[in-house]
């Protein structure tokens, strides 16, 4: 069975059911029509699909569904190639409604949604900063990881972070079908989902003098927002090594306070109800719905995301082993070197560049490190996420 098409994965929601696939649809922006996509179940129903938009196809479920007790696999057909997409993917009968009439439980403001791979000694100081400044939620999508992510989760949460939920995902390549997965089975329990990675920081310069975090920082924020917004964008800065040979043990955030002088990217928290029934995403922001919600990009005065993107050479290298885009080719494949995807000045071999420590250095920026120390700094003059 070759990895390049197969389908892997499917959520079922209460109207349809959701096949995540390759091999359908290969390049960015170049969707097959729905009406040329049958899904098909292994005991013998077919349902017409009614979206396909990357590796995301949404399908009615079968009806009659099948017996609770049969493990029933799901796939793709591409009628026109007469080609069944071979597949690993179990179908599970929509969510059956509640049987007592008690209350749902109660909806988060904000969830943090991220795909993580080998972030465990990350994870505590991006945890405990986003906790107190009104993160409800953490998802984590493990792709794989083998550096004991579950022990540092485990940690966290005899320490009170119990808020964090973990999902195995192994299927490399497939972020942006992960993002999906997690936006549609967290509709339900989240009011805005924030999509940032483990290195990112969400930051307001508002927040400089406090003296103390508050869990309404983010919260004051969103809610400001207004029913029309589906999604706020957030720009990046994006740190270097700032003269680091090695992983700075007290934290990103400390280590690192040099970056570039321009916003290089951005990202964004959404409200999963605005977001299209493709659930087409490209990271960085989803597609809303057309004509019911619209997109803000906040000033940097209300808020920015802190990148420490190009860390210490040893750290950056092991970004080498892979990419966990489905469109972003990885570092050693020899195409679109001049690419935003790419690290200026690097090549496609793991070789550290000539002065890399000093690189992406044009603005001294200290507004989170002095921040974080004086929220976070306890008795023995440690930070909270070294203890």
């Not at 720009?235 to 970056?259: I, N």
């Not at 570039?260 to 995403?281: C, M, T, W």
């Amino acid at each position: 069975m070759r990895w390049t098409s197969i389908a892997y994965e499917s959520l079922s929601t209460p109207d349809d059911v959701i096949v995540f696939a390759k091999g359908v649809n290969s390049r960015q922006g170049v969707n097959r029509r729905p009406s040329d996509l049958l899904c098909l179940f292994s005991d013998g129903s077919t349902t017409a699909v009614t979206t396909s938009a990357q590796e995301v196809f949404r399908c009615p479920h079968p009806s009659p569904p099948p017996l609770p007790e049969r493990t029933v696999q799901v796939s793709l057909k591409i009628l026109s190639e007469n080609k069944v997409i071979p597949s690993v993917a179990s179908y599970r009968r929509r969510p059956l409604a509640r049987a007592d009439k008690s209350p749902p439980p109660q909806k988060s403001l904000l969830c943090a949604c991220t795909m993580v791979y080998n972030v465990a000694k990350f994870l505590p100081e991006w945890v405990t900063y986003h906790a107190s400044i009104g993160v409800d939620r953490f998802i984590l999508y493990d792709n794989m990881s083998d550096d004991d992510l579950k022990g540092v989760v485990d940690k966290l949460k005899r320490e009170n972070h119990n808020n964090i939920t973990t999902y195995r995902w192994p299927w490399p390549k497939t972020q942006e079908a992960g993002f999906s997965h997690c936006l549609t089975l967290h509709r339900d329990t989240c009011h805005w989902i924030a999509f940032i990675d483990v290195d990112e920081f969400l930051f307001s310069p508002a927040w400089a003098n406090s003296p103390r975090p508050s869990k309404s920082m983010l919260g004051s924020t969103l809610t400001r927002l207004g029913p029309s917004i589906g999604q706020a964008t957030f720009g990046c800065d994006e740190f270097g090594p700032s003269d680091l040979k090695a992983h700075p043990m007290d934290g990103v955030t400390q280590g690192y306070t040099c970056r570039r002088s321009g916003e290089q990217r951005h990202k964004s928290i959404v409200r999963p109800g605005a977001v299209d029934l493709s659930l087409v995403n490209v990271v960085h922001h989803f597609k809303v719905r057309e004509g019911v919600y619209k997109v803000r990009r906040l000033g940097r005065h209300e808020g920015v995301v802190k990148h420490y993107k190009y860390q210490a050479w040893p750290e950056f290298k092991a970004k080498f082993r892979r990419r966990v885009s489905a469109y972003v080719v990885d570092w050693t494949q020899m195409v679109n070197k001049g690419s935003k995807d790419r690290a200026p000045g690097l090549g496609f071999a793991p070789v550290e560049p000539v002065g890399w420590a000093q690189m992406f250095c044009e603005v001294n920026d200290t507004g989170l490190r002095d921040v974080t120390r004086r929220w976070f700094r306890v008795g023995s003059g440690r930070l909270a996420w070294e203890l």
